[in-house]
């Protein structure tokens, strides 16, 4: 414990690996360490980034990460993608992606726990980055692929929410059918440079009139819709500028502490409704009765709402 609040990166690892781990001695050791260090966690700006494959996802984060550590900030890069598996090539092309992150002193990178359930990766993650908050990091961002539900998961564990988007035809429409421009905290259109700056200023004016359609999501904040470039770093600090804006106002206010309160219960009734349904799907009595009810259901021989009342009976429930 001493190791990860004097922020020792060997130990901080290892600290990970044990939140990881599926062993039962090493989930209860995991659940210890980051009880004791909960006293210490909270002070980072936690940020969720998201955006379809190829986006430039991993190229902001090492731009926008190493702007930070020059700043003298710790940064911390954690993932959310339940397809990944560790020895992966996309690891390694990350770690390439973000070459200069990962080789500084002042940036922990971690590739997304192997693939499991979402709600198993996002609950890892979770415990990751407070035990990443303890150890003083003072900025984590949490990368997804733009899947849908993993962008959900995110967003509900974030303080702020940032969609990349891509400047060019068509795809504007395909976030907002996709409902991830409603939880953003701000859109930034990246690769803004050479003879995509024209478009990209194009795609931002239609985000704004969509979002001043969808209305905001507080009353307090309306998301921004920027442009910028992670390759030549062109609008990089400005998106922590009003990212930090944004943290200004919602700590203010009492919003930030309300959103977190907020998902920390949602979080902990997640990891209840995941045991015990699991608990459920092992009981003797009820993997008795499946087979029968489930092909009478699929059938059409019998209601679903009867059979869940003989299912129910059965659990005493
Ligand atoms: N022109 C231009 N190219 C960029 C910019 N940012 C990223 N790219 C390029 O876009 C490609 C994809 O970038 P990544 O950062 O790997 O994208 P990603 O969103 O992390 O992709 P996945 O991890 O596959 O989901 C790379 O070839 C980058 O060099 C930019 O601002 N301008
Ligand atoms: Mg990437």
């Known amino acids: 414990m001493r190791g990860i609040r004097a922020g020792e990166r060997a130990v901080i690892a290892r600290a990970i690996t044990l939140v990881e781990s599926r062993r039962a001695d090493h989930q209860r050791a995991a659940r210890r360490l980051v009880q004791d260090l909960l006293p210490d966690t909270g002070k980072a700006v936690r940020v969720g980034i998201t955006g379809t494959p190829g986006v430039g996802k991993s190229t902001t984060i090492d731009a926008l990460g190493s702007t930070l550590t020059r700043q003298g900030r710790k940064v911390a890069v954690l993932a959310v993608d339940p397809s990944s598996t560790r020895t992966g090539g996309s690891i390694l092309a990350d770690k390439t992606r973000m070459a200069r992150l990962s080789a500084d002193p002042n940036a922990f990178v971690r590739p997304s726990p192997a693939a499991g359930t979402l709600g198993g990766v996002a609950g890892k993650t979770r415990e990751s980055l407070l035990l990443l908050e303890a ?37 504007e429409l395909q976030g907002l059918k996709k409902g991830v421009v409603e939880l953003a905290d701000m859109i930034a259109i990246n690769k803004a440079d050479g003879d995509n700056r024209a478009r990209a200023q194009a795609a931002a004016a239609e985000y704004r009139a969509a979002l001043h359609i969808l209305g905001a999501r507080s009353p307090h904040w309306s998301p921004p819709v920027v442009t910028y470039s992670a390759l030549t770093g062109e609008g990089i600090a400005s998106l922590w500028t009003k990212v930090l804006e944004h943290h200004d106002v919602m700590s203010a206010n009492g919003e930030l502490a309300a959103r977190r309160r907020q998902q920390q219960v949602k979080w902990m009734w997640a990891m209840l409704e995941e045991r015990i349904l699991s608990r459920l799907r092992s009981d003797p009595a009820l993997r008795a009765k499946l087979p029968r009810l489930e092909a009478a259901v699929a059938d059409g021989r019998m209601s679903a709402s009867l059979a869940v009342e003989e299912l129910a009976a059965a659990l005493g429930i």
Do not use: C
């Open 135 to 171: 150890a003083g990091y003072d900025a984590v961002l949490v990368e997804t692929v733009g899947t849908g539900q993993s962008e959900t998961v995110v967003a509900d564990m974030t303080d702020f929410f940032l969609v990349l988007m891509l400047p060019g035809a068509g795809d």
